[in-house]
């Protein structure tokens, strides 16, 4: 079981990052500050770092260039507000294995997560999901009913995803809106519903509905 820390001073944030890492798997620790982040990266038996730039205490560019000299084997992923391409770069020049600006989808952390944890060896994932005779290039971000291109937006391109990993299984919409969305959508919001619908307009059936507890492909 992979031990991630999470270095991220806003608790809405970092209560999302870590609850949504729990449920798949992973052992998080949150702290709140540069000085304490770095403490635990140096001294704690920690897989992956995820951390904010903007901390109290010390800088996240500085926790990441003290990282880099005495951990560099530990991957970091930068997760920041700021998204100017200096400050891209800076990060990344500076040690980041990845970059990712707020707001984001949990469902894409979760993807570079697991990407910056797959050994050399490990097998790629894999490039499609088919569910019947509707099929995902996820490599080229195409979607495909039997032999003919349906054209979905990136936002129905992602609900689609996750649900097609997930077959069989019912997703609720808090479920869906955190993976999709992310912490900034509010839990009340009807989106998911929305955008089931539109699904459904492309494809006939595509996501069944189960009263009560969510969506589910089969």
Do not use: C, H
């Amino acid at each position: 079981m992979n031990r991630i820390l999470i270095v991220e001073d806003e608790e809405r944030i970092s209560s999302f990052v870590a609850k949504g890492l729990k449920a798949e798997g992973f052992t998080p620790t949150v702290v709140a500050d540069g000085i304490t982040g770095l403490d635990y990266a140096l001294t704690g038996e920690f897989d992956l770092m995820v951390l904010d730039i903007g901390l109290p205490g010390l800088d996240g560019f500085t926790v990441l260039e003290r990282v880099s000299a005495e951990r560099p084997a530990l991957p970091v992923i930068v997760l920041t507000a700021r998204d100017s391409v200096t400050d891209t770069i800076a990060a990344l020049e500076g040690g980041a294995a990845d970059y990712m600006s707020k707001p984001f989808r949990f469902g894409e952390l979760l993807a570079r997560v697991r990407l910056r944890l797959r050994s050399p060896g490990d097998a790629a994932p894999d490039d499609e999901i088919t569910v019947g005779d509707t099929r995902l290039d996820l490599r080229r971000r195409r979607a495909f009913v039997g032999d003919k291109e349906v054209e979905l937006s990136a936002r129905e391109f992602a609900l689609a995803e996750v649900l097609m990993r997930n077959q069989g299984l019912v997703l609720s919409r808090e479920q869906l809106l955190s993976q999709v969305w992310g912490y900034e959508f509010d839990p009340g919001s009807n989106v998911v519903d929305v955008y089931v619908g539109y699904l459904r307009k492309k494809r006939r059936r595509a996501v069944s509905t189960v009263r009560g507890l969510g969506y589910r492909v089969q």
